[in-house]
């Protein structure tokens, strides 16, 4: 099944460390999204990108950095993750042109100690 | 700044009735509208999506649009307690350019 994925699923890490967080995708979309989800606070766009070559902040980006490998590939980096930080993270997809349906990954439970 | 309004509830009703989610949005020109149902600790899950005015129906669920109220309702019929969980509403604006915006959610409680 085309599918969207994410690894880690859970982390612990320490203030101050570099994390890197991934998603892969089979569903053939161009279109890739970072949320981040705190309880009360809802999804909240991180950074989106609609092709290999593009690639926008969404509402939160302060603190974090992305990068768009491969269509199929979409990565989500902390590079000096502090507490406040510690949430869900979810990856999610959307075809170009089709009505805009966005698909998630199973997500990646991180804390920051 | 483009929103989706939720009721964040709890919404509590018995098992076997008719639930009700509400959700209004900002952005007149938006065309297209979707639910997403989410468990506790789970990722959000597509279950409705709608484009025009008027009713969806698909299974138990039925999507409601009304454009000139700017607002969209998704019915659960004979509801059950596994349709406990979070119902996302989510918009897209006019520009195919824009990510979704989605509401806060609206957390059912379905009651045996």
């Known amino acids: 099944d085309a599918d969207v994925t994410q690894t880690p699923r859970n982390r612990i890490t320490k203030t101050g460390k570099r994390i890197m967080l991934e998603c892969s995708q089979t569903?053939?979309?161009?279109?890739m999204y970072w949320y981040r989800q705190d309880p009360g606070l809802g999804l909240r766009l991180i950074y989106y990108?609609?092709?290999?070559?593009?690639?926008n902040k969404g509402e939160i980006s302060d603190g974090y950095s992305v990068s768009r490998q491969a269509q199929a590939k979409f990565s989500l980096s902390l590079e000096s993750a502090i507490p406040n930080q510690t949430a869900l993270y979810f990856c999610?997809?959307?075809?170009?042109?089709?009505?805009?349906?966005?698909?998630f990954g199973p997500g990646t439970r991180l804390t920051v100690l | 700044q483009k929103e989706v309004e939720q009721n964040s509830g709890p919404l509590s009703v018995p098992e076997g009735a008719i639930a009700s989610l509400n959700c209004t949005y900002s952005?007149?020109?938006?065309?297209?509208f979707f639910w997403y149902r989410q468990y506790s600790g789970k990722s959000p899950e597509l279950i409705m999506s709608?484009?025009?005015?008027g009713d969806k129906e698909d299974g138990r669920f039925t999507a409601q649009l009304n454009k000139a109220s700017q607002y969209v309702s998704l019915l659960i019929r004979d509801s059950q307690p596994s349709d406990s969980a979070t119902y996302l509403c989510?918009?897209?604006?006019?520009?195919?350019?824009?990510?979704?915006?989605f509401g806060k959610g609206t957390r059912l409680s379905v009651i045996a």
């Open positions: 569903k053939g979309h161009d279109r």
């Open positions: 999610a997809t959307s075809a170009l042109g089709a009505g805009n349906e966005q698909f």
């Open positions: 990108s609609f092709d290999v070559k593009d690639i």
């Open positions: 709608i484009y025009s005015n």
């Open positions: 952005d007149r020109g938006s065309q297209s």
């Open positions: 989510a918009v897209k604006g006019y520009s195919g350019n824009t990510p979704l915006v």
